[in-house]
């Protein structure tokens, strides 16, 4: 006997389906519309560099010997400025690099490669670097590209230029590389800009040294550019007593042992390439600023960071992961401060191990720093991390490529790292780390007092529901991965976060 449903429970259940069907669509299109990212679903096609080829940079930091010295550099910088040409967009103050975007839309990404890539671009001309650089269609002045964005991105009436800063505004973060890459080649592109551009540059760096940041590390960001812009002859009695004003707050986050606790997360990585990295260039743009505090800290800091660094890559926590290969750049620094403890020779090696382990394992292709700790991966990507974000990678190579224009850095005698020394066991009580090497293997242990009892949380990997989330919000929703990259007791090179394969 079959069982057939009434005609009208039928029509009623399609009515239903339809309904549902018709809610579910009116959510996801208000879901877009509340969410949305502007230009989410644009991406760039990313290119092989056929000037600077990936074989060739990945074989030359393979190299063995005692130092690498300054060639693999050379055509690591020659294949990410082969990049940044290749990547830019039709105003010469964006570049649209491929990968995936960030929370802050497709324009302000744009901004961010320009910006990002300014320091080590400056650094590079200033040690000599060449200006023409190689492509498949012959050579392009670095510092004529370089001075064409800075004109297009602070003219309001160019339709690429950046917009005015407002309170807690990603361009402000930008703003502070700007200013840097500026005051790096200021000998180079300043004198390039005839007398009305340099006054749109100081005026917009201007704009972005007075909003309101967020506190940690944010807080610098206001300071620098409003240095740099003094430095320039730009700047105002109300503008210094602004940023010293700043500046005194921002050190009552300090916490002895050359450490600063930086707000929200505490104490992470952010401290080597982001807090001392600015206080860093700070201190050598004003020299008067803050002797007394900014170079002892540096230098206590970096005693204690080398020993996080070692062949065999470092013990990966926290976020913003991607801008691994930053992390000798206050070692390097340190060693121009008080090169009697930090000794050049032990920071050129921390440089090379560092690179030279991450560049093996893809941390550098298609002219662009990879969205990885080795290359891309999602589940190590924040969503406040675009497709050129990854770029402050090099923030070690500029601290480098400025030490080369006082000494000759690149060349210099290697000198081992504590690692490969001997055992060591070392502590900051300040954020209550405690770091483990072994000479016999090359792994270094990071354990951290305030995850003590923890059981290692497990990392979770971009799937299809992340996937699923993105296109319906049109908006980075990647892994919320906190609990794996800050709770865990330890972190080591031997049993690291994500694993990393050598690339051929």
């Known amino acids: 006997m079959s069982f057939r449903l009434p005609r009208w429970l039928l029509v009623l ?13 009116a959510g996801g299109v208000w879901l877009r519309g509340k969410s949305a990212v502007e230009g989410f679903g644009e991406r ?34 020659g294949h990410l400025l082969e990049g940044f040409l290749a990547y830019r967009g039709d105003s010469p103050s964006l570049a649209f690099y491929p990968g995936e975007p960030s929370w802050h839309g497709r324009r302000v990404d744009a901004i961010e490669a320009f910006a990002r890539i300014l320091p080590f671009a400056g650094a590079w001309l200033a040690a000599g670097g060449e200006d023409g650089i190689a492509t498949a269609d012959g050579a392009v002045s670095i510092s004529v590209a370089l001075r064409d964005g800075l004109a297009a991105g602070t003219d309001p009436q160019h339709p690429g230029y950046w917009g005015e800063p407002g309170r807690f505004d990603q361009r402000i973060v930008e703003a502070a590389d700007i200013a840097l890459g500026l005051w790096l080649a200021r000998e180079r592109i300043w004198p390039m800009l005839d007398e009305a551009q340099r006054g749109r540059v100081l005026d917009w760096l201007r704009s972005a040294a007075a909003p309101h940041v967020f506190q940690g590390n944010w807080q610098l960001f206001p300071i620098l550019v409003e240095r740099v812009v003094d430095a320039l002859g730009g700047s105002s009695n109300q503008a210094r007593e602004r940023s010293r004003t700043g500046y005194e707050r921002f050190v009552t986050l ?11 997360k505490g104490f992470d990585y952010y401290n080597a390439w982001g807090i001392h990295y ?12 803050d002797p007394g505090g900014i170079r002892p800290r540096l230098v206590e800091f970096a005693e204690f960071f080398r020993h996080l660094l070692g062949p065999r890559g470092v013990p990966i926590m926290g976020r913003s992961l991607c801008y691994r290969l930053a992390l000798p750049a206050p070692v390097v620094a340190a060693s121009l401060v008080a090169p009697e403890r930090i000794s050049p020779g032990e920071a050129m090696r921390a440089l090379d191990a560092t690179w030279s382990y991450y560049v093996a394992r893809g941390a550098v292709e298609q002219g662009r720093i990879t969205q990885g700790v080795c290359a891309d991966d999602k589940a190590l990507l924040d969503g406040y991390s675009g497709p050129a974000s990854c770029l402050w990678s090099l923030r070690s190579l500029v601290v480098a490529y400025y030490a080369e224009t006082l000494q000759p850095m690149f060349e210099t005698p290697r000198e081992p790292l504590p690692v490969e020394r001997g055992d060591f066991t070392v502590r900051a009580d300040a954020p209550g780390w405690t770091v483990e090497g072994k000479r016999a293997d090359g792994h270094i242990r990071l354990r951290i007092d305030a995850n003590a009892g923890n059981e290692p949380a ?10 699923i989330k993105e296109w319906l919000a049109q908006a980075p929703r990647r892994p919320n991965n906190s609990a794996a990259l800050y709770g865990r007791p330890e972190y080591s090179t031997a049993d690291p976060v994500s694993a990393c394969e050598v690339r051929r």
């Open 44 to 77: 760039a096609v990313a290119r092989q560099m056929d000037a600077h080829p990936i074989a060739a940079i990945r074989q030359g930091f393979a190299a063995a010997g005692p130092s690498l010295g300054r060639a693999p550099y050379d055509l690591v910088a």
């Open 254 to 264: 300090y916490r002895g042992d050359g450490w600063y606790y930086d707000v929200p």
């Open 458 to 467: 497990p990392l979770h990997a971009y799937g299809r529901g992340n996937s």
């Open 278 to 289: 600015a206080l860093f260039w700070i201190d050598r743009i004003d020299p008067a600023w």
């Open 13 to 25: 259940l399609v009515l239903a389906l339809i309904g549902a069907l018709a809610v579910a669509i």
